[in-house]
């Protein structure tokens, strides 16, 4: 017989004793256990002892932690942790210097137990280790292990960071900018600086005051890539917590400092490879630098600012050489209005209309002044390429730009904070100095060259920016290391072959369990199960016939069954043969109202079918077999002609009272429905009118109708 759940078997160890094995009962006070283990060792004031794991992190068992003790766990008796905080505490305090480098050691272990942690704290103990490093006398591993104990007491946040004083902040900021420093001793300063600028919005003040940003880049030039890792992390505090109007200024800054390359090149380029926690940090500096966008994102852009409208004449100047303008007013308003419109705009007369919503705002003007001055040839190429062809299979720039800007600001979160724990970043985005812009640029080219390989017409402008958007995040998903990179990337994932990975992916079983497909199917299972409801209620109110069993299960007649329209009442009645057709409510007699129904049992649980003999004799009618049960203590049994209509009417009367339609008709309705919902979709993606090419699919209908041969 198994011991009962409130029982633990485990081993207590105790240095030079032998082990006690006990059954620990959990619902006895832990103090009891405790005094009844030290007499098991004569050991006195039972008080002064606590319980702890042998193994691991060796953490104190408290009340409220005990639960998670299972069987077959070593403990191990110990004194309690007030009195060992107690003895640290004056230990550290000594002359001795080894005594106190064993204390600080101890110390530096200990600290990580919250129950440890709280004792410590209430006998003032933080505030001795910060007297001791603002006194500068303790060095190497002595200083190491009282940095270690102070971040892992702190992190248990019971005391306030705000409580820290300036002249530790100082001393600790001195060891960060010191040009020849222990490795240890920097890295826990480095990770004690971060914490006060992500914990306290006064202590970031004061930490930006005392640490330059250039010597926290040179601790990313070191081979130590857990200096480059709390080096970084510093980094991304400071810039998380600083206020926008020095967010700028101090991207300028890194900039000039030449953070990106460094990192390139003795990072992500090093000779190691990166952890899990260096991705993390690069991944946070990624997603803060794209951050940097956001004002401008929603940023609407004022038709009534001219220097705002002169930039887009300055893309108007630039694809068509406006030195050639006309002196007339109206002639001039003319032209522009054509210009506008091969340049793609959707308001040809005012395109700084194209610019208020937000977002992507002025982002997206911004991003096609970058394109048209810097790769000019490029530029030109695409408006001039676009407004030579004919009108219904021009790409049109200007919109095209707007929605790819938005499209990008989406893909790579810009205006979000950073994920906890997520580790995707870049390296490409590391590689230059504008590389949003860049990546723009590159990313338009795509969307030109996608809009000519699909024969696209205005009418297929969100279906290729769908297609656009798969091509841009499967090539993001291959972590090109460059922009070089990504273009060949892109270039291997042209239209033709989307299509071919979009067949191949719904040809693949396993695939349909990638999360875009189980998202869709997530989103389409509602839309179906209701639509397989509505088809078993119509089914019901259609009606069925029955054979009707007598006492010895002979067939003696039939009778019919229907639900009434408005699904409020079940009619049924007898008939003398099987009916051809509808049979009309009123030639059944009999009925029972929906709220009165309790329930429905299948099978062996129908009272129809308790007799053993009928289980033995007629496997099949038990498995057509269900009932209604109703109010008084009443019964409707059925027994259906076949498995379909056992299925639509065990699953009608679930939807009628609202529960699960659970039969395997059902199971495969649903899937059947889903994968056709499904296909239909991802076809539609691919329809765009190519001349000469089979009619395109409809249009996803918005129901089904579907019936099935009753015969």
Same mark, same amino acid.
């Given at each position: 017989m198994p011991p009962p759940a409130d029982i633990v078997k485990v081993a207590i160890e105790w240095p030079g004793a032998n082990a006690q094995l006990i059954e620990m009962d959990q619902k006895r006070p832990l103090s009891s256990i405790i005094r009844e283990v030290c007499d098991g060792w004569s050991l006195s004031g039972s008080e002064q002892f606590a319980l702890r794991y042998a193994d691991g992190p060796q953490l104190y068992i408290t009340e409220q932690s005990r639960g998670e003790i299972k069987n077959g766990t070593i403990l191990r008796l110990a004194i309690s942790p007030a009195r060992a905080a107690r003895q640290l505490l004056e230990r550290i305090q000594s002359h001795g210097i080894d005594a106190r480098l064993e204390a600080l050691k101890e110390l530096a272990k200990l600290s990580a137990d919250p129950t440890f942690a709280a004792e410590f704290i209430n006998m003032e103990g933080i505030g001795t280790l910060a007297r001791l490093v603002e006194?500068?006398?303790?060095?190497?591993?002595?200083l190491a292990f009282t940095l270690t104990a102070f971040l892992e007491l702190m992190d248990h946040g019971i005391v306030s960071w705000d409580l820290i004083s300036l002249s530790f902040i100082k001393q600790i900021a001195g060891y960060v900018n010191q040009p020849m420093v222990d490795v240890s001793i920097l890295q826990r300063s480095l990770a004690i600086l971060e914490s006060?600028?992500?914990?306290?919005?006064?202590?970031?003040?004061?930490?930006?005051?005392?640490?330059? %940003?250039?010597?926290?880049?040179?601790?990313?030039? %070191?081979?130590?890539?857990?200096?480059?890792?709390?080096?970084?992390?510093?980094?991304?505090?400071?810039f998380l917590k600083a206020p926008e109007d020095r967010r700028q200024e101090m991207a300028s800054t890194l900039a000039q400092k030449h953070l990106r390359s460094i990192i390139l090149n003795h990072v992500i380029r090093g000779n190691r490879p990166i952890k899990a926690e260096m991705a993390h940090q690069l991944y946070v500096l990624q997603v803060l630098t794209f951050n940097l966008l956001e004002e401008r994102m929603m940023t609407?852009?004022?038709?009534?600012?001219?220097?705002?409208?002169?930039i887009i004449f300055e893309l108007r100047r630039i694809a068509f050489d406006g030195e050639n303008d006309p002196t007339g007013t109206e002639k001039r308003k003319a032209m522009y209005t054509k210009d506008y419109k091969m340049l793609g705009f959707t308001n040809h007369v005012n395109p700084a209309m194209d610019f208020t919503q937000t977002p992507p705002g002025m982002l997206a003007l911004d991003n096609m002044l970058y394109l048209a001055k810097v790769h000019q040839d490029t530029y030109i190429?695409? %408006?001039?390429?676009?407004?030579?062809?004919?009108?219904?299979?021009?790409? !049109?720039?200007?919109?095209?730009?707007?929605?790819?800007?938005?499209?990008?600001?989406?893909?790579?979160?810009?205006?979000?904070?950073?994920?906890?724990?997520?580790?995707?970043?870049?390296?490409?985005?590391?590689t230059h100095d504008r590389a949003w812009e860049e990546f723009f640029c590159v990313c338009i080219q795509l969307l030109n060259k996608t809009w000519k390989e699909m024969r696209a017409t205005a009418e297929d402008f969100n279906k290729v920016m769908q297609v656009v958007r798969e091509q841009i995040t499967r090539a993001l998903a291959m972590k090109p290391a460059s922009l070089d990179q990504l273009k060949n990337k892109l270039r291997g994932l042209n239209?033709?072959?989307?299509?071919?990975?979009?067949?191949?992916?719904?040809?693949?079983?396993?695939?349909?369990?990638? !999360?875009?497909?189980?998202?869709?199917?997530?989103?389409?299972?509602?839309?179906?199960?209701?639509?397989?409801?509505?088809?078993?209620?119509?089914?019901?109110?259609?009606?069925?016939?029955?054979?009707?069993?007598?006492?010895?299960?002979?067939?003696?007649?039939?009778?019919?069954?229907?639900?009434?329209?408005?699904?409020?009442?079940?009619?049924?009645?007898?008939?003398?043969?099987?009916?051809?057709?509808?049979? !009309?409510?009123?030639?059944?007699?009999?009925?029972?109202?929906?709220?009165?129904i309790k329930s429905?049992?299948?099978?062996?649980?129908? !009272?129809?079918?308790?007799?053993?003999?009928?289980?033995?004799?007629?496997?099949? %009618?038990l498995e057509l077999a269900f009932s209604v049960l109703y109010d008084p203590d009443e019964t409707l049994n059925f027994v259906a002609p076949n498995k379909y209509e056992y299925c639509i009417w065990t699953d009608g009367l679930c939807a009628l009272l609202g529960r699960e339609m659970g039969s395997d008709l059902t199971?495969?309705?649903?899937?059947?429905?889903?994968s056709m919902e499904m296909k239909l979709r991802l076809l539609d993606l691919e329809n765009i009118t190519i001349p000469e090419a089979p009619p395109p699919v409809p249009k996803e209908p918005s129901s089904y109708n579907f019936t099935y041969n009753y015969s």
């Open positions: 006194s500068g006398t303790h060095f190497g591993e002595m006060m600028v992500l914990n306290s919005h006064s202590l970031y003040h004061r930490v930006a005051q005392e640490i330059t %940003v250039g010597q926290l880049i040179g601790h990313l030039q %070191v081979s130590n890539q857990e200096i480059q890792t709390y080096a970084i992390a510093l980094i991304n505090a400071l609407k852009m004022d038709p009534n600012d001219q220097a705002q409208r002169d190429r695409i %408006v001039l390429e676009n407004s030579s062809r004919e009108d219904k299979h021009e790409c !049109p720039f200007g919109r095209c730009a707007i929605e790819l800007t938005r499209m990008l600001c989406e893909i790579l979160q810009v205006g979000e904070l950073p994920n906890e724990g997520c580790n995707d970043y870049h390296p490409m985005f590391f239209y033709s072959e989307i299509l071919r990975l979009r067949q191949s992916e719904r040809m693949s079983q396993d695939d349909f369990q990638s !999360p875009p497909i189980i998202e869709l199917r997530e989103r389409i299972q509602p839309e179906i199960l209701e639509l397989i409801k509505q088809q078993r209620l119509n089914r019901l109110c259609d009606g069925s016939c029955f054979r009707k069993l007598g006492n010895r299960r002979r067939q003696e007649k039939f009778w019919f069954c229907r639900l009434s329209l408005n699904h409020k009442v079940l009619h049924y009645g007898d008939l003398d043969e099987s009916p051809q057709g509808e049979v !009309p409510f009123e030639l059944l007699s009999d009925k029972i109202p929906v709220s009165d429905v049992v299948t099978g062996k649980d129908c !009272p129809h079918m308790k007799e053993k003999s009928a289980l033995k004799q007629n496997k099949e %009618v199971r495969s309705d649903l899937d059947t429905l889903i």
